[in-house]
């Protein structure tokens, strides 16, 4: 549930996901690229202990 929020309110991740469906991805799988994303995007939060800032916007 957490990669489909971030699908419609997180600027990296809806990027990514409406360039992949744009390429004819499925959804499916394009939705398993946004959790794959937003794993990494946890784990740099955690790694570096710095608050996230959007890449894209």
Do not use: W
């Not at 549930?1 to 799988?29: C, F, H, W």
């Amino acid at each position: 549930m957490a990669a489909v929020v971030a699908t419609r309110y997180n600027p990296d991740i809806k990027a990514q996901y409406e360039r992949l469906t744009g390429k004819e991805k499925s959804k499916m799988s394009a939705l398993g690229a946004a959790m794959r994303k937003l794993v990494q995007i946890c784990f740099g939060v955690l790694k570096h202990q710095q608050p996230y800032q959007p890449q894209m916007g």
